[in-house]
């Protein structure tokens, strides 16, 4: 059963509304409130998440709790509060591997709960990915050389944020940045940024505060049509420099 319509019920009383106080507070008919109450209609999305700001609730609890005087929000950024995720699956009930193009990047910022939104992205299936939820995302710019631009990277999700490591790569997909492919500087705790750090040196270092943070993938494979250089003919000069560094770490074992 939907916790939905007893969730809008229970908030619209404590913040003392009438049916129709509320629905000129959200742009609906009061005909409509009533049908949501009473479990005769569903909010589309884009009205769930209106209505959730409007109460000051993540759109999370507001689908997946039940909200009463018991009941209290879990902190912003907490890295195990639940998430909603849309997925798809195919004619076999394998689960599809959504594609999020470049040109699908803002959208997906506003529609990646939205299972109308994600059912309509392009999509994919492969049998070496059985295990867990995939998405794969085309990465823009050149801060995550080799990689170049326009690479497919295709990404795990994460449910749980406190499993992120350290100097591993991920999809992170944040309210302010977007899709951005980064390794990640350090574990995920509450209050505490998040740092994102970039292969390229060029790049410096950035860091995001958790609230900001939607989701959070694993890289897990990459699809290019850049094949990589063949490794260059090792010259005097590189021969020197890697024998002054190993006589320094020799020199650092020593001491």
Known sequence: MSKIPSNIKFLRK?????????ADAVGIKRSLVGAYEEERADPKYDLLKKIALFFDVSIDDFINETINEKWAPKPKGNPANLRVLSISVDKDDNENIEL?????????????????YVAELPKFYLPMFKQ??????????????????????IGEYVENWADVKPA????????????????????????????????????????????????????????????????????????????????????????
């Not at 404590?14 to 509320?22: D, E, S, V």
């Not at 999020?100 to 109308?116: F, R």
């Not at 490794?231 to 560094?245: D, H, I, V």
């Open 14 to 22: 404590k913040k003392g509304l009438t049916q129709q106080q509320f």
């Open 100 to 116: 999020v193009p470049l040109k699908a990047s803002a959208g997906y910022l506003n529609g990646y709960a939205d299972p109308e």
């Open 132 to 153: 867990g939820t995939h998405r794969a995302f085309e990465i823009k710019g050149d801060s995550m050389l080799p990689l170049v631009s326009g690479t497919i990277i």
């Open 168 to 255: 591993e790569t991920y999809v992170v997909i944040s309210k302010n940045d977007g899709i951005v492919y980064k390794r990640i500087g350090n574990k995920f705790k509450e209050n505490k940024p998040l740092k994102l750090i970039s292969d390229n040196p060029v790049y410096e270092p950035y860091e995001i505060i958790g609230e900001d943070v939607l989701e959070i993938w694993k890289a897990k494979a990459y699809i290019s049509t850049h094949f990589p250089l063949p490794t260059p003919e090792p010259t005097l000069e590189s021969l020197t420099s890697m024998m002054a560094q190993m006589q320094r770490s020799i020199s650092n074992l020593s001491n």
